[in-house]
């Protein structure tokens, strides 16, 4: 009886730390839900697998993400840049600016809030013809990032963001 006592004191005291890690998700979760064109989740698994070359490093450097969400955004949220209420919000919880790139074809906003138990970021990132608004909870070596980029070939890597169009421009049921 004292070991099932203890077990559901140790489960509940478990399940109550979720919601805490859950609830810094949902403000963007629900504004990217309300913008988005297309929804992509990944973990460790499905971000190794979009890497054909088996580049180690880069399978070193997504083995610390416990979870990536990334939207593309319609495109009322790109006129709008409502998104911006987005990033508002998080600064308010206590995410610090990390990076914010603008100007020529890309723009790219970072936020992140760091501590011993859990790392989340949130960002956007702007370009020709798409937004996109990610979010990401894990450790993740961001300094790795442009020593890796450099290093890939055009097909090391699948582009997730293409795997429903065809190079022709026709989907197969146009043919």
């Not at 989740?41 to 416990?66: H, Q, W």
Request: charged share 25%.
């Amino acid at each position: 009886m004292v070991k099932r006592s203890k077990l559901i004191l140790v489960f509940c005291l478990l399940a109550g730390m979720f919601p805490s890690l859950q609830a810094q998700e949902t403000p963007f979760k629900a504004y990217a839900d309300a913008h988005k064109d297309k929804k992509f989740c990944f973990y460790p698994s499905t971000l190794r697998m979009i890497n054909i070359a088996k580049n180690p490093d880069y399978n070193e450097l997504v083995n610390g993400i416990e979870k990536l969400l990334v939207y593309t955004l319609d495109s009322a949220a790109k006129a709008s840049q409502s998104y911006n209420n987005i990033i508002t919000s998080y600064k308010k919880i206590g995410f610090e600016e990390y990076v914010t790139m603008a100007g020529g074809k890309t723009n790219f906003i970072l936020y992140g809030k760091e501590n011993k138990d859990e790392n989340q970021f949130v960002g956007v990132m702007k370009s020709e013809g798409a937004m996109y608004a990610f979010y990401l909870r894990g450790r993740i070596g961001w300094q790795k990032i442009p020593a890796l980029m450099q290093s890939f070939q055009s097909d090391d890597m699948i582009n997730i963001f293409d795997l429903n169009k065809q190079k022709s421009g026709k989907r197969p049921q146009d043919k």
